[in-house]
Structures are given as C-alpha cells and as structure tokens.
Nanobody, 115 residues
Framework: QVQLVESGGGLVQAGGSLRLSCAAS????????MGWYRQVVGKQRELVAV?????STNYADYVKGRFTISRDNATVYLQMNSLKPEDTAVYYC???????????WGQGTQVTVSS
C-alpha cells in the first residue's frame, strides 16, 4: 500500500504561480511513476504531468511551458506558473508501478485561479 498526501493548493490570480507537493509513504519501493491529474466537476479526470523514477517526464499539451514536474525520492512536485482561470480544478497526486494500472491516489487539493 502507498499513501499520498498533497499540499500547496489555494487561490491565486491569473498569471500567478503555485507549487503543489505530494509525499508518498508506505511501499514506495514499488513506485515507478508519480504524476498529477486534475478534475473539474462534471468532467473526467485528466493527466497533467507524469515523471518516472528515471526522471523522464510527460506533460499534457495545455500545460507545456507553464508547469514543471519534479521528483525528490518519494515526493513529487508540480510548479505551476502563468496560471489561467481554466487551470482551476482539483489536483490529484498519483503513484503507480506500471503506467497502465490505476495506481494510488491522493485526496486532492483545490487550485482556484481567479481572472
């Protein structure tokens, strides 16, 4: 089992920045991928960014150049710059051993970007 605890969400004006953190505990030896997803009420949860244990990253097109994912052992970060109102969502941390598996989820942290 893996437990994920997120922090860093909040309210920010458009153009501002936020940094999300997610600390993993438990069977962290099984984790190969850590990532961030987001969900708006009434819509499906969507991938924001993922990072492998080797440091390879993948971003959704709508955050490329604005968001940066990084990882320090069992903690993953999401630096979000140039935030837009459409970035408003609940952001969830995810950890998994294999990409095709659902993996483990954090409780979610609200990010609200005001115009």
């Amino acid at each position: 089992q893996v437990q994920l605890v997120e922090s860093g969400g909040g309210l920010v004006q458009a153009g501002g920045s936020l940094r999300l953190s997610c600390a993993a505990s438990g069977s962290i030896f099984s984790i190969n991928y850590m990532g961030w997803y987001r969900q708006v009420v009434g819509k499906q949860r969507e991938l924001v960014a993922v990072i492998s244990s080797g440091g390879s990253t993948n971003y959704a097109d709508y955050v490329k150049g604005r968001f940066t994912i990084s990882r320090d052992n069992a903690t993953v970060y999401l630096q979000m710059n140039s935030l837009k109102p459409e970035d408003t969502a609940v952001y969830y941390c995810n950890a998994k051993s294999i990409l095709i598996l659902p993996g483990y989820w954090g409780q979610g942290t609200q990010v609200t970007v005001s115009s």
